[in-house]
């Protein structure tokens, strides 16, 4: 090996063990990590089985889960799991973690915010916060896009809700060809030309907008806009209230919609901590529980028949032509969501209400087989993380009877405390070898 072949095995070496720490410092903490899934995976095949299944009913319509499990039971790891096998099929992703303030389920806008701010596209790298922007640009010079959203008819939006035109997406890309691409309004001679601080600030308006974030009202960016490009257009308003679920679906779907229509599988919504639903105000509690509805009907409710409710229970919130979204836009779906709840009362009446039996699934518990074979991956990611350290073949073997011992006393109860009990562990025989023996002593008196 020459000298410039071995400095670039070194430096690929050096990643992936810098990768392999970071990995092992988030299961010292009882977190996810964001890569590597597959080194400490187990007992999760029926699960997945489960996912796959509803993947290609995504790619055919549309798909909803709920995965319930206790804590530690490996659901926030699931969720993760699911997003890497959706990305590797051609999905977009978004994920939420629920919490009462930021994004509490009983505020749509909240949570669309989060969901739109962590797309996540499978040709592009992760890690990077683009939000709708990639999707816009694909969308924005797409033939079948630019007929399937009526982006060049001179109609206004305001015919064809369930298909055709969408009320946001369709004047959204109006907007953006004219301040990206130049494209001149239906009567006028001259394409619009706009210098470059111009450009950036219409586009800022108009992501803000689409986006959810905090702006000016839509009545001024709809004035800022025409003013600019020479559109009339109408940007249309999203306001964070409660009853705005079935509205911020159908924007949801139009999105799923969009994904398929660039040449992605779709879009693949998923949803942490459901059980924060239980943590609301009784009236919260009420708006929370619509929007599950809202979710699942976004997902699958081409079919009536698959959701235990009626299209009459979203019926809730806007004026005007807002009144009139449907809860779902189009019906070539595409959208897969999945929530993740620890079980409690209040949220298994909440799922039950909204999602079809078959939708909801518990997590498996992981049998003793399991937890060995977890021993064995987080131990074999201890030596690549740290390949200094001298773990001995003989060490896995006993600390596979050590956790067999502590989850048979109750001591670990979830593969999180598995994982963490082994990282510390290991770390002690590594950094602090002569206080094994304590340590196991004490471990003997724990479980026997």
């Given at each position: 090996?020459?000298?410039?072949?071995?400095?670039?095995?070194?430096?690929?070496?050096?990643?992936?063990?810098?990768?392999?720490?970071?990995?092992?410092?988030?299961?010292?903490?009882?977190?996810?990590?964001?890569?590597?899934?597959?080194?400490?995976?187990?007992?999760?095949?029926?699960?997945?089985?489960?996912?796959?299944?509803?993947?290609?009913?995504?790619?055919?319509?549309?798909?909803?889960?709920?995965?319930?499990?206790?804590?530690?039971?490996?659901?926030?790891?699931?969720?993760?799991?699911?997003?890497?096998?959706?990305?590797?099929?051609?999905?977009?992703?978004?994920?939420?973690?629920?919490?009462?303030?930021?994004?509490?389920?009983?505020?749509?806008?909240?949570?669309?915010?989060?969901?739109?701010?962590?797309?996540?596209?499978?040709?592009?790298?992760?890690?990077?916060?683009?939000?709708?922007?990639?999707?816009?640009?694909?969308?924005?010079?797409?033939?079948?896009?630019?007929?399937?959203?009526?982006?060049?008819?001179?109609?206004?939006?305001?015919?064809?809700?369930?298909?055709?035109?969408?009320?946001?997406?369709?004047?959204?890309?109006?907007?953006?060809?004219?301040?990206?691409?130049?494209?001149?309004?239906?009567?006028?001679?001259?394409?619009?030309?706009?210098?470059?601080?111009?450009?950036?600030?219409?586009?800022?308006?108009?992501?803000?907008?689409?986006?959810?974030?905090?702006?000016?009202?839509?009545?001024?960016?709809?004035?800022?806009?025409?003013?600019?490009?020479?559109?009339?257009?109408?940007?249309?308003?999203?306001?964070?209230?409660?009853?705005?679920?079935?509205?911020?679906?159908?924007?949801?779907?139009?999105?799923?919609?969009?994904?398929?229509?660039?040449?992605?599988?779709?879009?693949?919504?998923?949803?942490?901590?459901?059980?924060?639903?239980?943590?609301?105000?009784?009236?919260?509690?009420?708006?929370?529980?619509?929007?599950?509805?809202?979710?699942?009907?976004?997902?699958?409710?081409?079919?009536?028949?698959?959701?235990?409710?009626?299209?009459?229970?979203?019926?809730?919130?806007?004026?005007?032509?807002?009144?009139?979204?449907?809860?779902?836009?189009?019906?070539?779906?595409?959208?897969?969501?999945?929530?993740?709840?620890?079980?409690?009362?209040?949220?298994?009446?909440?799922?039950?209400?909204?999602?079809?039996?078959?939708?909801?699934?518990?997590?498996?518990?992981?049998e003793m087989e399991d937890y060995r074979a977890l021993v064995s991956r987080v131990t074999a990611h201890y030596r690549h993380g740290r390949p200094g350290a001298n773990i001995a073949e003989a060490m896995e073997g006993a600390l596979s009877k050590v956790v067999s011992g502590l989850l048979h006393s109750g001591y670990i109860e979830n593969p999180r405390q598995a994982m963490k009990f082994v990282v510390e562990f290991l770390d002690l025989a590594t950094f602090r070898p002569e206080d094994m023996r304590q340590v196991v002593g004490d471990l003997r008196e724990i479980y026997g």
């Amino acid at each position: 090996m020459n000298a410039t072949a071995k400095k670039l095995v070194d430096a690929i070496d050096g990643e992936e063990s810098h990768r392999a720490l970071l990995t092992l410092e988030a299961l010292r903490l009882g977190v996810v990590p964001d890569t590597d899934l597959g080194a400490y995976t187990v007992g999760r095949e029926a699960e997945m089985e489960v996912v796959d299944a509803d993947l290609q009913k995504t790619k055919e319509g549309g798909a909803v889960r709920a995965f319930l499990g206790e804590y530690g039971a490996g659901k926030t790891h699931l969720l993760e799991l699911i997003r890497e096998r959706a990305r590797a099929q051609n999905f977009v992703t978004a994920r939420v973690v629920l919490n009462p303030e930021e994004t509490a389920p009983s505020h749509p806008k909240r949570v669309y915010r989060e969901l739109v701010r962590s797309l996540e596209y499978p040709d592009i790298p992760t890690g990077q916060a683009l939000g709708l922007t990639p999707l816009i640009e694909k969308a924005a010079t797409n033939d079948e896009v630019l007929e399937r959203f009526e982006v060049l008819s001179t109609e206004k939006t305001r015919e064809n809700l369930d298909e055709g035109a969408h009320l946001y997406l369709t004047p959204a890309l109006r907007y953006f060809r004219s301040i990206e691409l130049g494209e001149k309004n239906a009567g006028r001679r001259k394409k619009v030309k706009l210098d470059d601080d111009a450009r950036s600030h219409g586009l800022s308006l108009l992501f803000n907008w689409l986006e959810g974030h905090p702006t000016i009202s839509n009545v001024e960016i709809d004035d800022e806009l025409r003013h600019m490009v020479g559109r009339q257009d109408r940007i249309y308003s999203m306001k964070d209230y409660r009853p705005w679920a079935r509205i911020y679906g159908y924007i949801i779907s139009g999105l799923a919609t969009l994904t398929r229509q660039v040449g992605y599988s779709g879009l693949v919504v998923l949803i942490d901590e459901a059980e924060f639903y239980a943590l609301l105000s009784s009236q919260n509690r009420e708006f929370a529980r619509i929007l599950l509805k809202a979710l699942a009907w976004a997902s699958i409710g081409g079919d009536e028949s698959l959701v235990p409710f009626s299209r009459e229970e979203l019926e809730l919130g806007g004026m005007g032509i807002l009144r009139d979204l449907p809860p779902r836009y189009g019906r070539q779906g595409g959208l897969y969501t999945v929530f993740a709840m620890t079980p409690n009362t209040q949220g298994l009446d909440a799922l039950a209400g909204a999602l079809p039996e078959d939708g909801i699934t518990e997590i498996s518990r992981l049998e003793m087989e399991d937890y060995r074979a977890l021993v064995s991956r987080v131990t074999a990611h201890y030596r690549h993380g740290r390949p200094g350290a001298n773990i001995a073949e003989a060490m896995e073997g006993a600390l596979s009877k050590v956790v067999s011992g502590l989850l048979h006393s109750g001591y670990i109860e979830n593969p999180r405390q598995a994982m963490k009990f082994v990282v510390e562990f290991l770390d002690l025989a590594t950094f602090r070898p002569e206080d094994m023996r304590q340590v196991v002593g004490d471990l003997r008196e724990i479980y026997g």
